[in-house]
């Protein structure tokens, strides 16, 4: 019988024969002591290893006398004797021959039931010696063989009703620990990779595990139910969502009590998600059960059926891969049609629709054969049994032992479902490693790894049909870095498995969509972080960054002297790279000044200065020309030039600054970094979906600003509507002032430019205009119903206040009281101690009364060519009101009071084409590209950034303002949000001033330039504006600049302040604006005229003595 056993390839002893074998066992199984029997079970394995391998497991009866042992109830010593087998068996033979694997985790399963079974035995070493052998098969199996063998196996014993709860504890266990195999680390490459593979293979097969551990949640045995949500918490771990991630505690919750209480807090909690990451199977398995169960609920209420059809909405937008949809959409689908047809709401039924319609279109197939919706063909494993057969065929024959075929039958199937998933993730140096070690105890010596080689390089050849060739640098370059890697952050894989070479001299610009993970790179770098990155002391690499706030009161020499990396470099070096970055010398230069006194921009260049005292090798550059004005640019895009020595690797939004200094691009791919070469012009050749980054582009977001309202008395656009007049402005400490004798005008046909070098002054010009501060010299007159609609630089100070409100809500309340809250807190509104003390002295006005304190302005009527006000006295009934000239009340201190009222009346006016309810504010932020939903529902606490932005915007745009005034706007915004933003300006029918150092912002949309320099602006009109950087360039743009002072622009300053626009139409006029022309009346009109009158008059003669006889007119100048 023996002789019929063959010898193993890789064992060189004969075969032993049966007595031989029995009598191992039977020393195994009788052992008196445990470590005896121990023994026994490591020489029985080493004994297979030496002769006969995977086939003596069934030839010579091993399994099924350690089954007999294991079950036998009499002999305590026998059932430990079978697990000390099955725990040498599971630790020796998997890693010498992989073929073993399918034998005990497929052809006999019952192996690993009897280890889970021991555990529950009532003898402890049986116990012991059981978790022994769970733990040794465990221990030696890989990645893929663990989801591939041993999950299956799991499951199906969780699934029988008739186990013992100890085994189900133990299965449990070994699920958890599966799944905390997979969380990310910073080990070798290799224990990555496996670790990557084991975290997308377990994440697909979600779906399969999660009911089966929800099961154990609900068990009646405390035990069962404790390890069973120790494990969801561990399998929770493989979402890789950062949308999701917050609100797991809360979903583990709701599926541990599935009362309809946790059901309704969790689905709350999601539909106050904001969903950006891309939504896979794993997200889908986890919430896919929860969302059916709300939907099918007959007690669930409107609201929470509504915020469940929201999130079911938003989770569709997500799913990239219609593969994915169509294994989970269809189990929601029924449910979101019943709300459709059935909910009492309007408002639930239509977003019902809406989500169905993104339903369908997710899971649509394939119609013109290309890959929808992004998806990438995947290899299937019967793709995988065909190329093996064809190769195996080619290179030799399957051995014919008996049970060899019965064998290959079940591995074939087990080793294509383990190299298609290596292959769709696109490990394919996996490949042979799956293949090979399986084979080769079937095939001849070295057939095994041929057909292994054959298969790997044809799906190598099919990675790059799919995804192009790897391209492959010029010869003789130096190569700086070549570096292999994977990147995560916060629990979400951002590269898998990336080369990131670089070469010295080249200039690489980082693109990819927001959130990518282009900062996490180079931060990464910067940190030593990065597998596979050269360190310090091989290449020397330079974080560029603006965020020197640690030791902000030393000057700028003083901080670099004393940064321990620059020891070796003496004080004259380090004052002499200062200088070359802009910094001047000496007691009274800019290297004197404290480091938390630099602007944005002198930040960055202080950043640079460091660089280039390190010599650095590689430059990262984050953003860099943020904060830069036009000058320092282009100083920093010749530098980085002419340094060929230097190596840079460069995020920016700025598609001019990547154009001119880049020489390669690194593009986010399917979590790849892909190389091209050339600028970014180059780029969008050969990826058009890149011309986002290149163009101003409404397609990804989309702005649409309301129409201004109506100004009385200015039918011109061209006409003043804020005026600076002989302004100046020191700030508090300072010797220099921030701007002297300045004079500027403002229109409704204004696009204006303010540009100039950081810290010149340009958001103090902006601040005077808005009414943000007070100048100390000069004045600043604006026409009183001009609304300002205006966002700071740092934009999201507006909405800080209100975390806890809805987008929807905070709008509410900034116009509640019929006007704008914000202006109110302003600095030209806030009322100063004399501001106080001058309400609490009595004036005298001359009607009689005598002197009396002023409590409020109530009223507000044209009279001649400017107003008079309805002014409410102090402890005097209304009937004593009195009619008071703008005039009169500022020569006597009141004009804060009279800018309230100004305001207050504006704001009214702009409100009086707006409907203050829920409806209306849901179409004006949808206007402003936020979506509806979010804007009713969601906490502005939960957005991100831009979405911030948009509400801000919102705010600022909800009174229909005349003129919009940004700070910085493109420091702020995404490229999408960006472009959105451009094109809404350049169709809006408003003015528009903005500060930005943008000049492919500034140069689309700003004929008019303001130069700010040594505290004087200086105009430059008439600029030609770059329609062709707008996607859809269109001719006969209504954006046309104010009048300008001159037929030749002139940016230099005069000693005195130059007025900017100065010709503009009514520059010099006061700020009075003329009603409308007198027509002739009717006879009618006449008559009720002479009735209003006579009335008037009748009213005055009932009026106390010495109130003023009231002017005969109706519309003061109009009749």
């Given at each position: 019988?023996?002789?019929?056993?063959?010898?193993s390839k890789s064992g060189d002893a004969p075969a032993?024969?049966?007595?031989?074998?029995?009598?191992?066992?039977?020393?195994?199984?009788?052992?008196?002591?445990?470590?005896?029997?121990?023994?026994?079970?490591?020489?029985?394995?080493?004994?297979?290893?030496?002769?006969?391998?995977?086939?003596?497991?069934?030839?010579?009866?091993?399994?099924?006398?350690?089954?007999?042992?294991?079950?036998?109830?009499?002999?305590?010593?026998?059932?430990?004797?079978?697990?000390?087998?099955?725990?040498?068996?599971?630790?020796?033979?998997?890693?010498?021959?992989?073929?073993?694997?399918?034998?005990?985790?497929?052809?006999?399963?019952?192996?690993?039931?009897?280890?889970?079974?021991?555990?529950?035995?009532?003898?402890?070493?049986?116990?012991?010696?059981?978790?022994?052998?769970?733990?040794?098969?465990?221990?030696?199996?890989?990645?893929?063989?663990?989801?591939?063998?041993?999950?299956?196996?799991?499951?199906?014993?969780?699934?029988?009703?008739?186990?013992?709860?100890?085994?189900?504890?133990?299965?449990?266990?070994?699920?958890?620990?599966?799944?905390?195999?997979?969380?990310?680390?910073?080990?070798?490459?290799?224990?990555?990779?496996?670790?990557?593979?084991?975290?997308?293979?377990?994440?697909?097969?979600?779906?399969?595990?999660?009911?089966?551990?929800?099961?154990?949640?609900?068990?009646?045995?405390?035990?069962?139910?404790?390890?069973?949500?120790?494990?969801?918490?561990?399998?929770?771990?493989?979402?890789?969502?950062?949308?999701?991630?917050?609100?797991?505690?809360?979903?583990?919750?709701?599926?541990?009590?599935?009362?309809?209480?946790?059901?309704?807090?969790?689905?709350?909690?999601?539909?106050?998600?904001?969903?950006?990451?891309?939504?896979?199977?794993?997200?889908?398995?986890?919430?896919?059960?929860?969302?059916?169960?709300?939907?099918?609920?007959?007690?669930?209420?409107?609201?929470?059926?509504?915020?469940?059809?929201?999130?079911?909405?938003?989770?569709?937008?997500?799913?990239?891969?219609?593969?994915?949809?169509?294994?989970?959409?269809?189990?929601?689908?029924?449910?979101?049609?019943?709300?459709?047809?059935?909910?009492?709401?309007?408002?639930?039924?239509?977003?019902?629709?809406?989500?169905?319609?993104?339903?369908?279109?997710?899971?649509?197939?394939?119609?013109?054969?290309?890959?929808?919706?992004?998806?990438?063909?995947?290899?299937?494993?019967?793709?995988?049994?065909?190329?093996?057969?064809?190769?195996?065929?080619?290179?030799?024959?399957?051995?014919?032992?008996?049970?060899?075929?019965?064998?290959?039958?079940?591995?074939?199937?087990?080793?294509?479902?383990?190299?298609?998933?290596?292959?769709?993730?696109?490990?394919?140096?996996?490949?042979?490693?799956?293949?090979?070690?399986?084979?080769?105890?079937?095939?001849?010596?070295?057939?095994?790894?041929?057909?292994?080689?054959?298969?790997?390089?044809?799906?190598?050849?099919?990675?790059?049909?799919?995804?192009?060739?790897?391209?492959?640098?010029?010869?003789?370059?130096?190569?700086?870095?070549?570096?292999?890697?994977?990147?995560?952050?916060?629990?979400?894989?951002?590269?898998?498995?990336?080369?990131?070479?670089?070469?010295?001299?080249?200039?690489?610009?980082?693109?990819?969509?927001?959130?990518?993970?282009?900062?996490?790179?180079?931060?990464?770098?910067?940190?030593?972080?990065?597998?596979?990155?050269?360190?310090?002391?091989?290449?020397?690499?330079?974080?560029?960054?603006?965020?020197?706030?640690?030791?902000?009161?030393?000057?700028?020499?003083?901080?670099?002297?004393?940064?321990?990396?620059?020891?070796?470099?003496?004080?004259?070096?380090?004052?002499?790279?200062?200088?070359?970055?802009?910094?001047?010398?000496?007691?009274?230069?800019?290297?004197?000044?404290?480091?938390?006194?630099?602007?944005?921009?002198?930040?960055?260049?202080?950043?640079?200065?460091?660089?280039?005292?390190?010599?650095?090798?590689?430059?990262?550059?984050?953003?860099?020309t943020n904060h830069l004005d036009v000058v320092n640019?282009?100083?920093?895009?010749?530098?980085?030039?002419?340094?060929?020595?230097?190596?840079?690797?460069?995020?920016?939004?700025?598609?001019?600054?990547?154009?001119?200094?880049?020489?390669?691009?690194?593009?986010?791919?399917?979590?790849?970094?892909?190389?091209?070469?050339?600028?970014?012009?180059?780029?969008?050749?050969?990826?058009?979906?890149?011309?986002?980054?290149?163009?101003?582009?409404?397609?990804?977001?989309?702005?649409?600003?309301?129409?201004?309202?109506?100004?009385?008395?200015?039918?011109?656009?061209?006409?003043?509507?804020?005026?600076?007049?002989?302004?100046?402005?020191?700030?508090?400490?300072?010797?220099?002032?921030?701007?002297h004798d300045v004079s500027c005008n403002l229109s409704?046909?204004?696009?204006?430019?303010?540009?100039?070098?950081?810290?010149?002054?340009?958001?103090?010009?902006?601040?005077?205009?808005?009414?943000?501060?007070?100048?100390?010299?000069?004045?600043?007159?604006?026409?009183?119903?001009?609304?300002?609609?205006?966002?700071?630089?740092?934009?999201?100070?507006?909405?800080?206040?209100?975390?806890?409100?809805?987008?929807?809500?905070?709008?509410?309340?900034?116009?509640?009281?019929?006007?704008?809250?914000?202006?109110?807190?302003?600095?030209?509104?806030?009322?100063?101690?004399?501001?106080?003390?001058?309400?609490?002295?009595?004036?005298?006005?001359?009607?009689?009364?005598?002197?009396?304190?002023?409590?409020?302005?109530?009223?507000?009527?044209?009279?001649?060519?400017?107003?008079?006000?309805?002014?409410?006295?102090?402890?005097?009934?209304?009937?004593?009101?009195?009619?008071?000239?703008?005039?009169?009340?500022?020569?006597?201190?009141?004009?804060?009071?009279?800018?309230?009222?100004?305001?207050?009346?504006?704001?009214?006016?702009?409100?009086?084409?707006?409907?203050?309810?829920?409806?209306?504010?849901?179409?004006?932020?949808?206007?402003?590209?936020?979506?509806?939903?979010?804007?009713?529902?969601?906490?502005?606490?939960?957005?991100?950034?831009?979405?911030?932005?948009?509400?801000?915007?919102?705010?600022?745009?909800?009174?229909?303002?005349?003129?919009?005034?940004?700070?910085?706007?493109?420091?702020?915004?995404?490229?999408?949000?960006?472009?959105?933003?451009?094109?809404?300006?350049?169709?809006?029918?408003?003015?528009?001033?903005?500060?930005?150092?943008?000049?492919?912002?500034?140069?689309?949309?700003?004929?008019?330039?303001?130069?700010?320099?040594?505290?004087?602006?200086?105009?430059?009109?008439?600029?030609?504006?770059?329609?062709?950087?707008?996607?859809?360039?269109?001719?006969?743009?209504?954006?046309?600049?104010?009048?300008?002072?001159?037929?030749?622009?002139?940016?230099?300053?005069?000693?005195?302040?130059?007025?900017?626009?100065?010709?503009?139409?009514?520059?010099?006029?006061?700020?009075?604006?003329?009603?409308?022309?007198?027509?002739?009346?009717?006879?009618?009109?006449?008559?009720?005229?002479?009735?209003?009158?006579?009335?008037?008059?009748?009213?005055?003669?009932?009026?106390?003595?010495?109130?003023?006889?009231?002017?005969?007119?109706?519309?003061?100048?109009?009749?």
């Amino acid at each position: 019988m023996a002789s019929a056993i063959a010898v193993s390839k890789s064992g060189d002893a004969p075969a032993p024969s049966h007595e031989d074998i029995a009598a191992v066992l039977t020393t195994i199984f009788t052992a008196k002591l445990s470590h005896s029997s121990v023994d026994a079970a490591y020489a029985l394995a080493t004994l297979l290893q030496n002769s006969v391998g995977f086939r003596g497991l069934q030839s010579y009866g091993i399994l099924d006398e350690i089954k007999k042992a294991a079950t036998d109830k009499k002999s305590p010593g026998r059932r430990e004797g079978a697990m000390n087998a099955l725990g040498a068996l599971f630790e020796k033979m998997p890693p010498f021959q992989r073929l073993t694997e399918v034998i005990f985790l497929i052809q006999e399963e019952g192996t690993v039931v009897l280890a889970l079974d021991a555990l529950s035995d009532k003898t402890g070493t049986v116990r012991e010696s059981a978790q022994y052998a769970v733990d040794s098969l465990f221990n030696n199996l890989n990645a893929e063989a663990k989801v591939f063998g041993l999950l299956p196996v799991l499951t199906k014993y969780l699934g029988k009703k008739s186990g013992k709860w100890q085994g189900a504890v133990g299965a449990l266990e070994l699920i958890g620990r599966t799944a905390d195999k997979a969380k990310m680390g910073m080990e070798s490459l290799e224990v990555e990779k496996e670790k990557d593979i084991l975290r997308e293979a377990m994440g697909k097969n979600l779906q399969t595990l999660i009911p089966v551990v929800e099961g154990g949640m609900h068990d009646l045995k405390s035990e069962v139910a404790k390890q069973a949500t120790k494990t969801m918490n561990s399998l929770t771990t493989l979402l890789q969502n950062d949308d999701i991630a917050p609100r797991i505690p809360l979903l583990v919750k709701s599926i541990e009590d599935p009362s309809t209480k946790s059901l309704q807090k969790a689905i709350h909690a999601l539909s106050q998600t904001t969903f950006v990451a891309i939504v896979t199977s794993p997200v889908l398995a986890m919430l896919t059960p929860l969302l059916e169960r709300s939907l099918n609920n007959p007690g669930t209420s409107q609201e929470v059926l509504r915020q469940t059809v929201v999130v079911v909405g938003n989770l569709t937008k997500l799913v990239h891969d219609p593969i994915e949809a169509r294994t989970f959409l269809p189990k929601l689908q029924p449910g979101v049609k019943n709300v459709k047809e059935r909910a009492a709401l309007p408002e639930v039924r239509e977003i019902a629709s809406n989500a169905l319609a993104v339903m369908d279109q997710a899971m649509a197939d394939q119609d013109d054969g290309n890959i929808a919706h992004g998806a990438i063909d995947r290899t299937h494993p019967e793709d995988i049994q065909k190329a093996m057969d064809k190769h195996i065929k080619a290179v030799g024959q399957l051995s014919t032992f008996p049970g060899d075929s019965e064998i290959w039958g079940l591995a074939k199937q087990y080793i294509s479902d383990m190299v298609a998933e290596v292959v769709n993730e696109r490990q394919l140096d996996r490949v042979t490693q799956l293949i090979a070690p399986y084979l080769g105890p079937l095939m001849d010596a070295g057939d095994a790894e041929k057909v292994a080689e054959a298969v790997h390089q044809f799906y190598v050849d099919e990675d790059h049909r799919k995804f192009g060739q790897p391209i492959t640098e010029d010869d003789g370059e130096v190569e700086v870095v070549n570096a292999t890697f994977s990147l995560g952050y916060g629990g979400m894989l951002l590269l898998s498995h990336t080369n990131l070479r670089l070469l010295k001299g080249h200039r690489y610009g980082l693109c990819g969509r927001n959130g990518a993970g282009k900062s996490t790179l180079m931060r990464s770098i910067a940190n030593g972080k990065l597998e596979g990155f050269p360190p310090q002391d091989e290449v020397k690499t330079c974080f560029v960054e603006h965020n020197q706030g640690e030791d902000a009161d030393l000057s700028i020499l003083e901080f670099i002297v004393r940064d321990p990396r620059f020891a070796d470099e003496s004080r004259e070096r380090i004052s002499e790279v200062l200088e070359e970055v802009g910094f001047t010398s000496g007691p009274e230069g800019r290297q004197s000044d404290q480091v938390g006194s630099l602007s944005g921009g002198w930040k960055m260049k202080l950043a640079l200065a460091r660089a280039m005292l390190m010599r650095a090798d590689v430059l990262l550059l984050d953003e860099p020309t943020n904060h830069l004005d036009v000058v320092n640019i282009a100083w920093l895009q010749n530098y980085l030039k002419t340094h060929t020595e230097i190596t840079s690797l460069i995020v920016s939004h700025d598609s001019g600054f990547l154009d001119e200094v880049c020489t390669d691009i690194y593009h986010y791919e399917q979590k790849k970094l892909a190389h091209y070469r050339g600028n970014l012009a180059d780029f969008v050749k050969v990826k058009p979906e890149g011309k986002s980054y290149y163009t101003l582009s409404a397609s990804q977001v989309q702005f649409k600003f309301p129409p201004p309202g109506i100004l009385s008395g200015v039918k011109s656009n061209t006409r003043s509507i804020l005026r600076m007049t002989g302004c100046s402005y020191t700030y508090p400490g300072s010797s220099k002032p921030s701007l002297h004798d300045v004079s500027c005008n403002l229109s409704l046909s204004s696009r204006v430019a303010i540009i100039g070098a950081n810290g010149a002054g340009k958001s103090t010009l902006i601040k005077l205009l808005t009414g943000e501060t007070i100048p100390q010299e000069g004045k600043v007159e604006k026409h009183p119903n001009l609304r300002i609609g205006y966002i700071k630089q740092h934009a999201l100070e507006h909405v800080e206040m209100h975390l806890e409100k809805t987008p929807n809500q905070y709008l509410q309340w900034r116009y509640a009281n019929g006007d704008d809250r914000e202006v109110l807190m302003k600095q030209t509104r806030v009322l100063t101690p004399e501001d106080k003390a001058q309400m609490e002295t009595p004036i005298d006005i001359g009607d009689g009364m005598g002197p009396r304190k002023i409590e409020a302005l109530i009223g507000r009527q044209k009279y001649k060519k400017s107003f008079q006000y309805e002014v409410k006295w102090m402890n005097m009934i209304p009937k004593f009101n009195t009619m008071v000239s703008r005039e009169t009340l500022s020569s006597k201190g009141f004009m804060k009071l009279i800018q309230e009222f100004d305001d207050h009346e504006s704001s009214r006016e702009g409100l009086g084409y707006r409907v203050l309810e829920p409806k209306v504010i849901s179409k004006h932020f949808e206007d402003l590209g936020l979506d509806p939903e979010i804007a009713n529902h969601n906490e502005i606490s939960g957005l991100s950034g831009g979405q911030k932005v948009k509400v801000v915007l919102a705010g600022a745009m909800w009174n229909n303002p005349h003129l919009l005034v940004l700070d910085e706007p493109t420091n702020f915004l995404d490229r999408d949000s960006l472009g959105g933003l451009a094109v809404a300006i350049r169709d809006y029918k408003g003015g528009v001033i903005m500060i930005s150092h943008n000049e492919e912002f500034v140069g689309a949309l700003c004929p008019e330039q303001w130069h700010v320099a040594d505290g004087r602006v200086a105009h430059k009109g008439h600029l030609a504006v770059s329609m062709d950087r707008f996607e859809d360039s269109r001719p006969g743009s209504s954006n046309v600049s104010s009048a300008v002072s001159s037929a030749v622009p002139s940016t230099v300053p005069s000693a005195v302040g130059t007025p900017v626009m100065s010709d503009a139409e009514g520059a010099n006029d006061d700020m009075k604006f003329r009603a409308r022309k007198k027509k002739k009346m009717t006879k009618k009109e006449k008559k009720e005229q002479e009735v209003r009158r006579r009335l008037r008059h009748i009213e005055w003669l009932n009026s106390p003595k010495g109130t003023p006889h009231p002017a005969n007119t109706d519309d003061e100048a109009d009749e």
